[in-house]
């Protein structure tokens, strides 16, 4: 159990629908992080939120909306996605991202395909 | 721009060592990570390395040389659970994690 939990852990969906992911974390950290993780590809860093608010946006497409209600969840809201967004989505926390050595922990991430 | 190297597979024995290699490009280093994943789950944290040097944690261990920027990471007595993707991840100088594109790892019998 590495403590951070997400669900869906599988979500199939058509390009006009409209779903969520979710991600909890149980560690106490104050960072959390949305990852896409495509065959054979690196790790994509999507959005990082430190403290609640959101310090990175890597020029991700606006059909992926992130919420951060608090530092234990944080949440990918996703509308009008594109067959090429089918991926692993993966949620990571840590301490609090300000340091080389802040070590971040993974979700088991939710499997999406888009049709 | 930012670059992390590793081979996309290799195969090793049950029983055996691996030694399994990491090259990067950053603007900046504040440290070196390795994690590891199995099929379908996340990724764990396995090492840390900041300064030059070999880490050794039980059957893992891993080797840090920043003037070349290069890691590696050695699994000795390899077991069958063994098998499973490693990722190398640079810190760069914005405490951004650049990572690899992972290493699978395939043991066999």
């Known amino acids: 159990e590495t403590g951070v939990t997400q669900t869906p852990r599988h979500l199939v969906m058509g390009m006009t629908n409209k779903k969520s992911l979710k991600c909890e974390q149980h560690?106490?950290?104050?960072?959390m992080y949305w990852y896409k993780q495509s065959a054979k590809k690196p790790l994509e860093l999507m959005f990082v939120?430190?403290?609640?608010?959101?310090?990175e946006n890597n020029s991700v497409p606006s059909r992926f909306s992130p919420e951060c209600p608090n530092s234990s969840h944080l949440f990918l809201h996703l509308h009008t996605l594109q067959p090429e967004d089918s991926a692993l989505y993966l949620c990571?926390?840590?301490?609090?991202?300000?340091?080389?050595?802040?070590?971040?922990?993974f979700g088991p991430g939710t499997r999406l395909t888009v049709l | 721009g930012q670059n992390i190297d590793q081979p996309t597979e290799m195969t090793a024995t049950e029983g055996a060592i691996v030694q399994i290699n990491c090259t990067y490009q950053t603007s900046g280093f504040n440290g070196l990570f390795w994690y590891q994943q199995h099929a379908g789950e996340a990724p764990t944290f396995l090492s840390y390395n900041v300064l030059d040097g070999l880490e050794e944690k039980g059957r893992f261990s891993s080797f840090l040389s920043r003037s070349k920027g290069y890691s590696y990471l050695l699994l000795k007595e390899l077991q069958m659970k063994d098998s499973a993707s490693y990722l190398c991840?640079?810190?760069?100088?914005?405490?951004?994690?650049?990572w690899g594109a992972g290493t699978k790892l395939i043991i066999k019998p």
């Open positions: 560690l106490g950290h104050n960072a």
């Open positions: 991840a640079v810190t760069d100088s914005n405490y951004q994690l650049i």
């Open positions: 939120y430190n403290f609640k608010e959101q310090t």
């Open positions: 990571a926390s840590s301490q609090d991202g300000s340091s080389g050595a802040d070590t971040q922990y």
